[in-house]
């Protein structure tokens, strides 16, 4: 991409979206468009129409969703699947009329089905049914992965889905009860430790296996992926699925293994208690990366190195 490329980035005060901000401006990208959701309603078709009429971006960087973890996905589905399938129906759809180069496309692992084989590849996508505590959001997103395929088979579009693994870093979610497993944890033992808490509760068995990826090495896949040249993407893909590429690092520990490690980084001395009344989820998502290895990608980022970087992060924002 041309450094004065103009690029919509949707969502861009997210966890993604931030990081997505991060990497272009310290990539020297300078033409960058954004608006907040008081400024532009993404589920109102005729204010996208009214902004890509109006700025006509070059390039599309689509992390807008509404997200949440177990809890939010099992108490508000007719939101997710609303509010995720509005947004992307809109912004895939101008991004269309107005001519934009390429659209990047923010998906989620768990697209995937529930019981697939592991670790998971792209040609997975549809082959068994999906997790049921998120299941809206999910087809959501499917929904949009078919969005971009078909609009690239119908109109010759350069739209590329991008599912990332459990993403985590700077300007997460910290609310209890729409957070996802990191921050969530993240806080739990950091106001046990201030409390002086005997005992911290974690939901399910501790079992399910979780992948974790920074945001600024999601960030850098996706700009890499952005910068590709057509025709090493039709070279590596089969195009005759669906456009889509797994981002992640490959490797995923247990849940009670990432409450040790949370734990014994934000200094808590107490004990790790297990819910199991509560859902699981999932039991395993690893991700296949060796399509973006094939690329030339690969994640960069430690979890022993993130988590005190996401940790300082979250002291940052609540202190």
């Known amino acids: 991409m041309d450094k004065l490329a103009k690029i919509y980035v949707a969502g861009h005060r997210g966890l993604v979206g931030s990081a997505l901000m991060r990497q272009l401006i310290a990539k020297g990208y300078s033409n960058i468009i954004t608006r907040t959701h008081a400024e532009l309603d993404l589920t109102n078709q005729y204010a996208v129409q009214d ?4 700025e006509k971006p070059e390039y599309v960087l689509l992390a ?3 997200v949440g973890g177990i809890y939010a996905n099992n108490t508000y589905p007719a939101e997710f699947i ?3 399938l509005a947004i992307q129906t809109n912004v895939i759809h101008q991004s269309y009329l107005s001519g934009v180069k390429r659209l990047l496309f923010l998906g989620s692992s768990c697209i995937y089905p529930r019981d697939c084989p592991q670790p998971i590849k792209e040609e997975y996508l549809l082959t068994g049914p999906l997790e049921l ?3 809206p959001y999910a087809l959501a997103k499917i929904a949009g992965i078919e969005m971009c395929w078909s609009y690239n088979r119908q ?3 350069q739209y590329l889905a991008v599912m990332p693994t459990n993403l985590y870093g700077p300007g997460d979610n910290y609310d209890l009860e729409t957070s996802h497993v990191l921050p969530a944890l993240i ?3 950091h106001e046990a430790k201030l409390n002086q808490s005997q005992t911290v509760t ?3 068995t501790g079992t399910p296996r979780r992948e974790l990826l920074h ?3 999601m960030a850098a896949a996706c700009l890499f992926l952005l910068g590709i040249e057509q025709s090493k993407l039709i070279e590596t893909l089969d195009f005759n699925r669906p456009p889509l590429v797994n981002i992640g690092c490959g490797e995923d520990l247990t849940i009670l293994e990432l409450a040790e490690k949370v734990k014994s980084i934000v200094g808590y001395q107490g004990e790790i208690v297990l819910d199991v009344s509560k859902p699981d989820g999932t039991m395993r998502k690893l991700m296949d990366v060796s399509v973006a290895a094939k690329l030339g990608w690969q994640a960069q980022i430690s979890l022993s190195e993130g988590i005190p970087i996401a940790y300082q992060d979250f002291v940052s924002a609540f202190n």
């Open 51 to 54: 902004f890509f009429d109006l």
């Open 64 to 66: 807008a969703a509404k």
């Open 82 to 84: 609303h509010e995720n």
């Open 133 to 135: 505590t998120n299941r």
């Open 155 to 157: 109109y010759g579009t």
């Open 187 to 189: 806080r739990k033992f």
């Open 202 to 204: 974690v939901w399910g």
């Open 215 to 217: 945001s600024d090495d």
